[in-house]
């Protein structure tokens, strides 16, 4: 045979077989590997397969014979070939049920990464609420012993951002400007107990605000230059919070002054490290906590917490418009 011969029959035969073959998608639904016998599976698809490749026999008889117009004798001079057309549409279709199963495979197996990851997400947000309520409560109990005034004024304070921290912590995702005005409100509670030994500085690109990130991503980070700085110095603490953003990328900056000899009281710990945990599981290697220490000036130590996370929309938003 002639390759325009060969060409001629066997390209029509192959287009129209593989259409056919995709019906073997929903065999493969019905009977999935994990939930199916062995032997229902192989008698079920072999059979199948048989089918499929008698049927091709019979296009191929069919073109063969309409051929016949163009190519002399063509009929007869395929005629040996036909058993080595079933064969290969047996496998061809077999073919066909193995890659279905290796896709469905896949999917399964990204469906179960991505629960497996929203579950981690939720395990550790509800770690930040009990973390932070633990803190504000020790804090609540050292101000009442000096002043009784001034504790009360705290607990109304405290109570107002509980409130908002309940609020926030039932969406995935917020805006930066309400994570930061959160942060805000907290320091507020703190001031009612260092007063002047707490200043507050910010360096925030207003262009920022409309990145959404994690719900209560951020409040560790100055909750951790509370507990771990200004409570251990006499005077001039300062917590500066600087935000940038540019090229799809958000930074958040939290510095504090430190006490190098200060050992605070001992807690659970997991603040910056469940920040970490929260990015990572978020945005793989795109989300990443950093945090050094400056003593380039042996006064005054600065302790700093750094977030690097994609600036993006609303999740919700984004999966509506597509």
């Not at 793989?284 to 220490?293: H, I, Y």
Request: net charge neutral; aromatic share 8%; glycine share 6%.
């Amino acid at each position: 045979m002639t390759l325009p011969e060969t060409a001629t029959f066997v390209l029509p035969l192959l287009a129209i077989y593989s259409l056919f073959c995709l019906s073997s998608w929903y065999l493969c639904n019905i009977m999935p590997l994990s939930r199916t016998a062995p032997m229902k599976l192989v008698l079920n698809h072999f059979a199948a397969a048989s089918a499929m490749g008698a049927f091709w026999v019979l296009l191929a008889v069919a073109w063969a014979w309409t051929l016949t117009r163009f190519f002399p004798q063509f009929d007869t001079r395929i005629e040996p070939f036909y058993a080595l057309f079933y064969v290969a549409g047996v496998l061809l279709y077999l073919l066909t049920v193995a890659l279905h199963y290796l896709l469905s495979s896949v999917e399964s197996s990204q469906q179960a990464q991505t629960l497996a990851r929203e579950s981690q997400l939720k395990a550790l947000k509800m770690q930040v609420n009990p973390h932070f309520l633990f803190n504000s409560l020790n804090s609540i109990s050292a101000l009442s012993v000096a002043d009784g005034k001034r504790a009360r004024e705290m607990c109304i304070k405290l109570s107002d951002f509980l409130r908002t921290t309940l609020q926030l912590g039932d969406r995935e995702s917020i805006p930066l400007s309400e994570e930061i005005a959160l942060c805000l409100n907290y320091l507020e509670v703190e001031r009612v107990r260092f007063g002047s030994r707490l200043n507050i500085e910010q360096s925030i690109d207003e262009a920022c605000g409309h990145c959404h990130v994690p719900s209560l991503i951020v409040q560790p980070l100055v909750e951790n230059a509370m507990k771990h700085g200004i409570s251990g110095i006499s005077e001039n603490g300062t917590v500066r919070m600087e935000v940038r953003c540019g090229k799809g990328t958000l930074l958040i900056r939290v510095s504090n002054p430190y006490d190098p000899e200060y050992q605070p009281r001992k807690g659970s710990g997991i603040g910056l490290v469940n920040v970490r945990q929260r990015l990572e599981a978020r945005y793989g290697e795109q989300g990443k906590l950093e945090v050094s220490r400056d003593t380039s000036n042996p006064d005054s130590p600065l302790f700093r917490a750094e977030i690097r996370m994609p600036c993006g929309d609303d999740p919700a938003k984004s999966a509506d418009s597509h």
